[in-house]
């Protein structure tokens, strides 16, 4: 297929499988072997920040199946040359300790410098002397993922997690204010957000502790005590970073928002119920979320998960003008699973759902940010808010799972879960297309719950 007609389809109002399938044809088999179910396909290529044992300097790198691409050592080694639209001058910001600065290069070189990579690697290079012929390169370049120490991809400024999965926000609204009352009245009409505490944001292996707080001590009691909270629950996101700024004062338009974005990274934004009920009125939850969220250390290109976007939960709102977008249906299509791993060694995927679930687009998310005339910067990280379908094992929290703890979850060895304990591993993975043909995917958010302190 011509590029110019995959451009025309590929930002259509509605991708199609024929699309999807098209796309997925003119990305060639890779010289590197990729096993099958690899995550990280020749069609992916999502970025990070890696360090090895030899090199503890952290640095640019991306994953491609079992291995990550040193992009350090190939702007060292001239293998970017090929490049045209990536001067000599940027080739600087591989050897960055996060993304940041080239993240703020803008989407178009985002664009261009992964479809450079691809042409590298892919079964047929054209430049084969660059890196698949370059032996000293190669083993200096290619390093497998089990070698590589993964860290924070981003330098993160700010934080903000909305609350776009509606079906999360109904089940919870039930069970805590009544079917009658399950979502405000703003709900439909805005992507509601709060802002949280981004110096918490850590790379998914990060083992956190359990947080303590006050909580009340039963129900109907209106004097707290302080305690290690014992409604530790997980919450599976996408998160959403920034790839550059507005000015102050300036909003950003829904339909250019998608140039704002950088990429994608899978996320679990923990929440301490116990003690979110009893701070989060007036202003909403502090302690119960500022101690942990974890993401993955790969963010994949917005332009990785173009092919992928469908239609999201539908809104009969009349949307105020400012959140109406042109392309009609643009939301990810992630199958996303979440497993639990016991101390004792059990583990039961305990979720398995789509980020279909969410009734407001990044662009939408953009849009509402910025409208007051917020200022978005670079490395600025967004939540989606917890993503829920309707069926069981399709909820996005062991809230719902459990219906507030009432119903526990039946897990191998006799075991059983109301929310998380002390030693139990949370693990989020996500891909969009088939592992068969080229997954599109995430990797892991592995996250483990230690012992308050």
């Known amino acids: 297929?011509?590029?110019?007609?995959?451009?025309?389809?590929?930002?259509?109002?509605?991708?199609?499988?024929?699309?999807?399938?098209?796309?997925?044809?003119?990305?060639?088999?890779?010289?590197?072997?990729?096993?099958?179910?690899?995550?990280?396909?020749?069609?992916?290529?999502?970025?990070?920040?890696i360090s090895t044992k030899a090199d503890l300097k952290p640095r640019v790198a991306v994953a491609i199946g079992d291995h990550a691409l040193d992009l350090n050592q190939l702007a060292e080694n001239n293998a970017f040359s090929k490049c045209a639209s990536l001067p000599a001058s940027e080739?600087?910001?591989?050897?960055?300790?996060?993304?940041?600065?080239?993240?703020?290069?803008?989407?178009?070189?985002?664009?261009?410098?992964?479809?450079?990579?691809?042409?590298?690697l892919k079964k047929d290079t054209p430049y084969p002397e660059l890196l698949q012929g370059n032996d000293q390169l190669r083993q200096k370049a290619i390093i497998p993922l089990?070698?590589?120490?993964?860290?924070l991809p981003m330098t993160i400024g700010d934080y903000t997690d909305f609350f776009a999965g509606r079906n999360h926000a109904q089940n919870v609204g039930v069970m805590f204010r009544g079917a009658d009352n399950a979502l405000n009245p703003n709900y439909n009409h805005i992507p509601v957000a709060y802002h949280g505490r981004a110096s918490s944001v850590v790379v998914s292996g990060t083992p956190l502790h359990r947080p303590k707080g006050q909580v009340l001590?039963?129900?109907?009691?209106t004097t707290p005590v302080f305690k290690p909270c014992a409604k530790l629950d997980m919450e599976l996101e996408l998160g959403m970073f920034i790839a550059r700024g507005n000015k102050?004062?300036?909003?950003?338009?829904?339909?250019e928002a998608e140039d704002f974005i950088f990429g994608y990274v899978l996320m679990n934004d923990w929440s301490a119920r116990d003690i979110?009920?009893?701070?989060?009125?007036?202003?909403?939850?502090?302690?119960?979320?500022?101690?942990?969220t974890t993401i993955s250390p790969w963010v994949v290109l917005a332009d990785a998960l173009e092919p992928f976007k469908t239609a999201g939960l539908s809104n009969d709102v009349t949307l105020q003008e400012y959140l109406q977008e042109e392309r009609k249906n643009n939301i990810l299509d992630i199958k996303l699973d979440v497993t639990l791993t016991t101390a004792q060694g059990n583990s039961t995927t305990i979720t398995r759902t789509s980020s279909q679930?969410?009734?407001w687009s990044w662009p939408q998310m953009i849009a509402h940010h910025s409208v007051s005339g917020c200022?978005?910067?670079?490395?600025?990280?967004?939540?989606?808010?917890?993503?829920?379908?309707?069926?069981?094992?399709?909820?996005?929290?062991?809230?719902?799972?459990?219906?507030?703890?009432?119903?526990?979850?039946?897990?191998?060895?006799?075991?059983?879960?109301?929310?998380?304990?002390?030693?139990?591993?949370i693990i989020i993975r996500g891909y969009a297309g088939s592992l068969e043909d080229g997954a599109v995917g995430f990797g892991e958010c592995r996250g483990t719950i230690l012992a308050a302190v």
Request: aromatic share 8%; charged share 15%; proline share 8%.
């Open 217 to 221: 001590p039963a129900p109907g009691a």
């Open 276 to 292: 979110q009920m009893w701070e989060y009125v007036p202003l909403g939850p502090f302690n119960a979320k500022n101690f942990g």
């Open 146 to 151: 089990e070698d590589v120490q993964t860290h």
């Open 248 to 255: 102050l004062g300036h909003p950003v338009p829904v339909n």
């Open 357 to 359: 679930n969410l009734l």
């Open 1 to 49: 297929m011509h590029l110019l007609n995959i451009r025309r389809l590929l930002f259509a109002p509605r991708p199609t499988t024929i699309l999807r399938r098209c796309l997925s044809s003119t990305i060639m088999a890779s010289w590197l072997p990729i096993p099958s179910g690899s995550h990280f396909s020749l069609a992916n290529l999502p970025f990070g920040i």
């Open 91 to 120: 080739y600087a910001v591989f050897a960055d300790t996060s993304l940041n600065r080239f993240a703020a290069l803008g989407r178009a070189l985002h664009r261009d410098v992964r479809a450079y990579l691809q042409q590298l």
């Open 375 to 425: 200022n978005m910067r670079t490395g600025d990280l967004l939540g989606s808010g917890t993503i829920s379908g309707t069926e069981p094992g399709t909820q996005g929290s062991l809230l719902e799972q459990s219906k507030g703890g009432k119903t526990p979850i039946q897990l191998p060895g006799g075991e059983e879960r109301s929310f998380v304990n002390d030693g139990d591993t």
